[in-house]
């Protein structure tokens, strides 16, 4: 059993900042691939970002490229997102999610491709 324990979330005001930390249990924390993937209401779950296994490979939705950014501390077993220029339309709740293998192609946007998922955080930006 692997478990996502995540943090983070808040409310901020448009062009604000925000840090998500997703920690994980249950297996060495470099054999996972992470995604993070954001849900608004009315609306399907969608790919953010997601980082490669060790870490060298970083990829990102159009909506969010240039203000988000990926990484990852195996050290501590973590990943994060951080969000910078935020805007009312990144309001949504965010998952953190994880695969037992590494992923490539456009399938690796897909939720169903990961395993296990966190409890979501609600991120709400105001104009």
């Known amino acids: 059993q692997v478990q996502l324990v995540e943090s983070g979330g808040g409310s901020v005001q448009a062009g604000g900042s925000l840090r998500l930390s997703c920690a994980t249990s249950?297996?060495?924390?470099?054999?996972?691939?992470m995604g993070w993937f954001r849900q608004a209401p009315g609306k399907e779950r969608e790919f953010v970002a997601r980082i490669t296994r060790s870490g060298d490979g970083t990829f990102y939705s159009d909506s969010v490229k240039g203000r988000f950014t990926i990484s990852r501390d195996n050290a501590k077993n973590t990943v994060y997102l951080q969000m910078n220029s935020l805007k009312p339309e990144d309001t949504a709740v965010y998952y953190c999610?994880?695969?037992?293998?590494?992923?490539?192609?456009?399938?690796?946007?897909?939720?169903?491709?990961?395993?296990?998922w966190g409890q979501g955080t609600q991120v709400t930006v105001s104009s």
């Open positions: 999610a994880l695969r037992i293998a590494n992923c490539a192609g456009v399938e690796c946007l897909l939720p169903r491709q990961y395993s296990y």
């Open positions: 249950g297996r060495p924390f470099n054999y996972y691939s």
